[in-house]
C-alpha cells in the first residue's frame, strides 16, 4: 500500500535531528522575516532552507510541491502586476497591458513568504517520520490518545483508497458511468463515495472494541516503544535559534 | 435518558476513532473529485459528517487534525487548519441545535457554512497568497474586481465566496444524504451519553 506521507528514508544529518528542534527551526524562518522586515533576509532564509533540503538529499522530493505552488504564484505575479490598486509606476508594457513596479514588488513579498514557508516546512515533513513526530510530541506532554488518532490516519487512509478502488471497479461492472458529461460524473460520486464511508463507519467499531479490550482509556502512565533520539547538537542548535530570534526582536525595537 | 452536553469533551473512544475515518472519508472525497474531473473540491465531507454523528468538539479535532495531515503532503494546509476548525465547529452547532434536520434546512446551513468558511479563509488569502484561492474560475473573478475596484479585501472575499459557498453547500447536502442513510446502530455508536459508554 502507497503511504500517504512524503517523509524520504535515508541517513543525513538533517534526519538524526528531532523533530522539536525541526519544528523551532519553522517558527524561526516564519518569524525572522516578519520582524527584520527585509528582503535580503527573506532571500537568506528560503536559501538556508535549500539548502539544509540539499544536504538531506531530499531536494528532488520538493520538485512536485515547489510547482504546485509556483504554479498559483505565477498568477500571482500576473495579477498583482496588472491590477495592484496601489499600482502607479509603469515598469514595461506587453500589448495593451502594463506590468505596474508596485504589483510586483508586492507580488515578490508573496512569493518569498510562500516559498519561505513551504521550504521551512518542508525540511521537517521529508525528513521525519510521521510517526517519530507524533511520539516526541506525546513525550512533551500531548495526549496520547490524540497522538493515536493522528497514527492511525496514515494506516486508515491507504486502507480506504484499496476499498474504493475495489468498489469502483464493482460499480464499473455493474455498469456505472464514470465518464462523459459533468451530470454522469456528479450522479457517480455518490455511489462510489457511500460504500466506502458506510464500511469505514461500521469498521470503527471494531476498531473502538479492539482499542478498549488492550487499555486504550486506561490512566497508567504510557511507555514507549522506540528510545527518544537526540543529536549532540541539537540542544545547541535550538539555543542558537533562539537566540537569533530574540535578538532580531530586540534590534527591531532599539534598532 | 439524560442528554449530555454536545461540548463534552470526555470523549468515546468511538467518537475518538471517528477522527481518522472523517479525515480518510475528506481525503477520498477530493480524490474522487479529482477522478471524477468535478469543478469543486469536495474536501470536508468526513469533517462535516464527523460534526453530525460526534458533535462540534469532534468536528474541530476532525478538521485540525485534517489540515496537519494534509500538511505533510502540502505545506500551505496548515494555514488553513482554522477553516477546518471553524467548519466542524460551526456544522457541529448547527445539527445539536436542529438546524440540519431537513433537506430545506439542510440547504440554509450549507450557505451558512459556506459563508463562515469565507469569512474565515479570506484574511488568510491575504496573508498568504495576496488574496487568491488558486481556483481558476474565482482567480478570473478576483483580477476582474481588482482591476475595476481598489478593494483587495473585496476582491478576495468574493473569489473566495463563489468558489466555497456552492462546494459547502454541496457537501452539507451530500453528508446530509449519507447521514440520513446510516443505519441507525452506527449514528448510535457516537453518541456520547453515558448510558451507552459501553459498547454492545
Known amino acids: 500500500m502507497k503511504s500517504i506521507s512524503l517523509y524520504v528514508d535515508k541517513e543525513s544529518f538533517i534526519h538524526d535531528f528531532d523533530p522539536i528542534t525541526k519544528l523551532l527551526y519553522i517558527l524561526f524562518a516564519l518569524f525572522l522575516p516578519l520582524i527584520l522586515l527585509s528582503f535580503t533576509v527573506s532571500f537568506i532564509s528560503v536559501g538556508v532552507s535549500i539548502v539544509l533540503l540539499m544536504a538531506a538529499g531530499v531536494i528532488r522530493k520538493t520538485i512536485p510541491v515547489f510547482s504546485f505552488v509556483f504554479l498559483v504564484l505565477i498568477t500571482v505575479v500576473i495579477i498583482q502586476g496588472l491590477f495592484r490598486p496601489e499600482n502607479e509606476t509603469i515598469l514595461f508594457q506587453i500589448g495593451p497591458l502594463a506590468m505596474y513596479k508596485e504589483g510586483l514588488l508586492y507580488a515578490l513579498t508573496i512569493t518569498l513568504r510562500v516559498m519561505n514557508i513551504v521550504s521551512a516546512f518542508l525540511i521537517l515533513v521529508l525528513t521525519t517520520k510521521p510517526s517519530d513526530l507524533v511520539e516526541t510530541l506525546v513525550r512533551k506532554g500531548m495526549s496520547p490518545r490524540i497522538g493515536y488518532v493522528i497514527v492511525s490516519v496514515f494506516q486508515i487512509i491507504p486502507e480506504m483508497m484499496a476499498s474504493m478502488s475495489t468498489i469502483t471497479d464493482a460499480q464499473r461492472a455493474r455498469g456505472m458511468e464514470t465518464e462523459g458529461k459533468l451530470s454522469v460524473r456528479m450522479k457517480a460520486f455518490l455511489p462510489l463515495l457511500g460504500p466506502v464511508i458506510l464500511g469505514a463507519l461500521i469498521n470503527t467499531k471494531e476498531r473502538a472494541l479492539a482499542l478498549e479490550v488492550r487499555g486504550f482509556n486506561s490512566h497508567v502512565p504510557k511507555t514507549y516503544l522506540y528510545e527518544e533520539k537526540t543529536h549532540a547538537l541539537s540542544k545547541w542548535v535550538q539555543a542558537i535559534l533562539l537566540l537569533l530570534l530574540v535578538g532580531a526582536g530586540v534590534w527591531r525595537i532599539f534598532g | ?200
Open chain 2, 1 to 200: 435518558m439524560k442528554k449530555q452536553s454536545m461540548w463534552s469533551l470526555r470523549l468515546s473512544t468511538a467518537a475518538l476513532v471517528l477522527i481518522p475515518v472523517a479525515v480518510g472519508v475528506n481525503y477520498i472525497g477530493k480524490l474522487l473529485a479529482q477522478l471524477l474531473k468535478l469543478p469543486l473540491w469536495l474536501d470536508s465531507i468526513g469533517t462535516v459528517l464527523a460534526a453530525m454523528l460526534g458533535g462540534p468538539v469532534v468536528g474541530a479535532l476532525a478538521g485540525a487534525i485534517n489540515n496537519i495531515i494534509y500538511g505533510f503532503t502540502d505545506p500551505i494546509s496548515f494555514v488553513y487548519a482554522i477553516t477546518s476548525v471553524a467548519i466542524g465547529l460551526v456544522v457541529g452547532i448547527l445539527f445539536f441545535k436542529g438546524y440540519i434536520s431537513s433537506w430545506g434546512k439542510a440547504i440554509v446551513a450549507g450557505l451558512i457554512i459556506g459563508l463562515v468558511a469565507t469569512v474565515v479563509s479570506t484574511p488568510l488569502n491575504i496573508g498568504f497568497w495576496g488574496g487568491q484561492t488558486g481556483n481558476v474560475w474565482g482567480d478570473a473573478l478576483f483580477a476582474y474586481i481588482l482591476a475595476n475596484t481598489d478593494s483587495t479585501w473585496l476582491a478576495s472575499l468574493l473569489d473566495e465566496l463563489v468558489v466555497d459557498v456552492p462546494d459547502k453547500l454541496l457537501v452539507v447536502l451530500i453528508s446530509f444524504g449519507i447521514f440520513k442513510g446510516l443505519p441507525r446502530n452506527v449514528v448510535q455508536l457516537y453518541k456520547n451519553n453515558e448510558k451507552i459508554e459501553t459498547l454492545d
